[in-house]
């Protein structure tokens, strides 16, 4: 089928940036909607930001001006691109991919990201 894994995240200070990366195995990537979601602990896990298969960018209001989402069908990889991070953006981040009409329904094991001075 497919897997995900993340990379790229780590310590970053408020108003640093940081580039998150999903790498996605097998041949079925460019027919997946990829999303990235993020779960502060406490709280629920909520949706930042998503790519459909076609390329389609869109967000929601949590990081809203600070993110861009990007994908690399080549390279079978989702970009999420943080700027101006904040103290409140701190959890873990996870992609996930689905088919749509399909089974497929798929989520990365996530990526810490820290943002502290």
């Known amino acids: 089928q497919v897997q995900l894994v993340e990379s790229g995240g780590g310590l970053v200070q408020p108003g640093g940036s940081l580039r998150l990366s999903c790498a996605a195995s097998?041949?079925?990537?460019?027919?997946?909607?990829m999303g990235w979601y993020r779960q502060a602990p406490g709280k629920q896990r909520e949706l930042v930001a998503s790519i459909s298969h076609r390329g389609t960018a869109s967000y929601t209001d949590s990081m809203k001006g600070r993110v861009t989402i990007s994908r690399d069908d080549a390279k079978n990889t989702v970009y999420l691109q943080m700027n101006s991070l904040k103290p409140e953006d701190t959890a873990v981040y996870t992609c996930?991919?689905?088919?749509?009409?399909?089974?497929?329904?798929?989520w990365g094991q996530g990526t810490q990201v820290t943002v502290s001075s």
């Open positions: 097998g041949s079925i990537f460019s027919n997946l909607n």
């Open positions: 996930n991919g689905q088919w749509p009409l399909t089974t497929i329904d798929v």
